[in-house]
């Protein structure tokens, strides 16, 4: 296990030139946010924002497109459409990254998106709901899963995953972290205390960083948008996610200056800006 | 009676842990901010999340649910829709802590509601409307009360409650004050000039914190969130309410510092974050 | 003619006592921000909530709901209803004063309005699309004009509203103004560089406060706001527009500080409460 | 070729006298943002706000209404109505510039609209799919084309109004921009890296001011709106688009002085103030 250090991050994947257009930074596509859960779109959009994504569509639940808009007015932001494999098809096809989860939901439709997904083969972030379509329908993944995927699954949705319980999870990190990777042969950041990463390799990361500031609901949702950020431009899954951790980490350490309870998700993704000014 | 003191409060009770989990921060359901008084949720929930409270779920109003969105992300929130009594059971079976009242409306559909929260004896803060219905409808309180509920009314709510006139609740608010703990056997806390808290004990706090900022609408929706979010994480009703008191009436004094009049709500929320670090 | 002075404001009847409630800082409604000028609503209800309104009631076009909530929760804020006068005629019964006109547009329904409106006899503040109202069927203020009415309008409306050209208002602006008092016996602040505010009496007040910065659309809607709050606290009209007048041009002073061009109405209610706190 | 330079701009045009009135400062009208790009608009207004437009009118797609008048309630927004022609008619006629194109569309609608602009000879900004639709249909411009419009190609625009690569564009970006006036007898601004503005005259500036902050999707909808606002206020193509081209790129880098990733359009938009001040 190798613990992750601030010096560690081949920054020029992600720094920008003096010439650059706004294609050369990366072009990504978020899908999520159905109702009830509309506000992971907006707080992983924000994050994706914030973290430099050149161009970021989103393809969001209709209760989702106007408060993004007004809050976010960056993002090409649609909602679900009746043809909406098409819909994503067309999007897909001219990013760079995808990110599909956060408030996804794991309706039959929900499925259908992920598959198309999946298909693309594109670098793809896989969080929240995601997971838990593939915990639900295993055979999605073994006909269409691939390498180029990052999964940033908490110790219950890595259960649901492997098939054990929380418990066991929580008891060994390190080995539950492992079995993802076997299994899925793709990038994995296992959340909690003391966050592991790690790709196909057997070669863990260990990151320290953060407070108990992050044990409020959405800071996962910011995580999947600064990874889909860093993925949109490098285009590498174990670095951008080793980044992510680190700057998702360090501005929550910075935000909850002003107070660790009480600190939100959306100040999080106000000193990911600092964070990343200082780091790359 | 004693007086509120910044050094009597049980923060263990409050405080988060290194290893915490957003879980383990308290989940919360709020219920209210129907149309025409729909801001009543937006400042209530935004307070709440200002308040540390882990995981937050809405149910309010359809046109609260874009505004929510946009203002709070953070929030998990749903329009009412036509099975709203299922809908209310299935989020509050997942939480520790539920608010009911602000914005609610006091029709049948809202008697339903109130009632059916009643029945999950959890940790309940019950204001504004909610406290109408009670005082309307007496055999709801005599069905379904219990001692895990904090009551929040200003001297014409607690008139109401006692059939009595506002001018004999404002001639001796001690003795209202008393009946009300009597009458319910729960937490009372009595707005005004002087917040009263009690509980069933003969045992009545006062508190002097606070300005004339507070004399304008919203604010008692403000005292509703910070209570809510304070009671998912402890379940502790006395303490939550003694904790919640200090806190709003603090970060109103703060926020008045650039000005009394003029001063809003959501000033107020905004500092309630650094009261808080300042005080747990 | 008297040039108004921040020595002269009766400040005892805006300022509140440590004891006060809600009610006693004043409850106003706001009946204005039809479609297509729908900003306008929420530009005066922002400032009378930041000039210390207690209580603010909202009735607005369709489109302006929701924006309202989401900028500022505290207003209490309904659509147009299918029985508009009816529900006009239960807020404002409520109502310490009405303002009227900003956005109302002037079709018969919004005439229907500002008759339901004159005859409640409240304070009541007129402006924008309710002044050309009343050009358009003057047999309204005949039958039901009053003095507690206070008028905002800027040369074009004046002329409208005396039957002359606008060339003529503005070459005696002194005259218009003492004409407009005759006329509607009621209060009467005439906008433009040198601000004329007049009441019955032979008794003209200019305000040469404020600058160019206040050349930009919906600086007036502030100006119906801030008189809204204090017609509202004091329910003196001539006081009310008096204090309105010298707060809304500091304010707009203040935020022009940092860049006269490219400074907007909501900067300006941005730095009324500064201003207050200064003044009151 | 000559340098932009701070010291060039004929600043008497853009000023206001301490007796204007909000007429005075100008009058624009924005036409774009259809579903799917709908936050161009919201960028392209802001901007003109903060630019010192003094009235500014916007024909936008159903979604960015509510959003933009949260965000800008400045603005007088409509959504597009089924009489779309009719609609920017009746807005246009009182306008003394248009903006169209950001977030427009090219569909036979959005074709028709951009007739109907062109027709009126007033001072316009043709930007984004506005471009694009006169590479698809150059009859429009040999129709209704006229020296009063000012177009701001990106090299990929570019290259389709002249029928050549991108990679032409770049090798010759001089050559480009004086095809453009050449063939188009209005003024020019060809974005990229070493921006440059030319008119029908053989006379080419080039801007060297901004950063890799402005790569960036967004970021041309704001000079969009700073341009609309100068053109509105000066009628002067040539003028308004060098010093917009300045104070964008100005804007930019006081913004990115917080760090040049995750800076976004609102970010200049917040800063264009500040250099307006420090400029005009």
Known sequence: V??????????????????????????????????????????????????????????????????????????????????LQNQVNLLAEKSDAIAIGPGLGIEASAKKILETVLTLKKPTLIDADALNLLSKYPELWDAHGH????????????????????????????????????????????????????????????????????????????????????LAKSRNCIESTKLAAFVHAMAAEQASNQGIIGCLPTDVSNNIRLVIKETL
């Open 2 to 83: 190798k613990l992750l250090s601030p010096h560690s991050f081949p920054t020029e994947l992600f720094r920008r030139n003096p010439t650059d257009h706004k294609g050369d930074s990366g072009r990504g596509l978020f899908i999520g946010g159905s109702d009830g859960t509309s506000g992971a779109a907006l707080l992983a959009c924000e994050a994706s924002l914030r973290s430099g994504i050149g161009l970021l569509s989103a393809i969001v639940g209709k209760n989702a497109v106007q408060p993004m808009l007004t809050r976010t007015p960056e993002v090409m932001v649609r909602g679900y459409e009746s043809d």
């Open 147 to 230: 390498e180029h995927c990052v999964m940033t699954p908490h110790p219950l949705e890595a259960a649901r995953l492997l098939n054990i319980s929380v418990e066991q999870v929580e008891l060994d990190r390190f080995s539950a972290c492992m079995e993802l990777t076997k299994k899925f042969g793709c990038t994995i950041l296992l959340k909690g205390s003391g966050t592991l990463i790690s790709k196909k390799q057997n070669n863990v990361f260990v990151s320290y960083f953060g407070n108990e500031a992050m044990a409020t609901g959405g800071m996962g949702d910011v995580l999947s948008g600064v990874i889909l950020a860093f």
